[in-house]
């Protein structure tokens, strides 16, 4: 099985990211047609996006639900919900960050860079950062009293969240969200984390 994981800080095959940007490299076009990261092949099998990639995983190699939560269970749509809510909601967000980020740090022309900081800070102010609050305020709430977002095991709910959550608390103030810094914690010590983070380096935060 092939793991391409690019632009997230983390790579299994050493695939890295672009020179110069945060994209996946062009080397996995010549596994899926976009060339986006993350996927992964697994003999004729490429799936290319983060919540098929794990519910793919876990139907091949958790067959005994290890890191699930059964359909016939109360928890059950709570934690569906969090496995699409990792990237359909907050990584967007984040995302959102990334490239503002970097359009601060583009060299421009003396007299367009009040111009270009106008926009990303009316958009920043009017949109992003209240967002950003929202959803953040919405985990610590839901993790309140919790070791796992769902149930009493970490699940593969957990698994997807853990990389924006990560991503958020590295920026957001701990005293704010200490159920979020909290949690956040507790993934890195995970002795199934750590194996990884041996294998594949430590995770890079963008």
Known sequence: MVIGIAGRGLSSGNFGTRPN????????????????????????????ESGAICEYLLAKFDAHGSYQIAPDHADYWAYRQWLHYAEGSLMPLLVMTLIFRKIDATPKPFFAKPIAQKLTDGVRQ?????????????????????????????TAADVMMSFPLQAASSRAPTADYPNIAAYVARIAAEPHYQQAENKLGKLTIL
């Not at 996995?28 to 996927?39: E, F, T, V």
């Open 21 to 48: 940007s945060k994209l996946a490299p062009e080397s996995l076009r010549h596994i899926h047609p976009l060339g986006k990261s993350p996927l992964i092949q697994d003999g004729e099998q490429i799936i290319a």
């Open 126 to 154: 009017s949109f992003l950062n209240p967002q950003i609050k929202l959803h953040l305020d919405y985990v610590e709430q839901q993790l309140n009293g919790k070791t796992w977002l769902v149930g009493d095991k970490i």
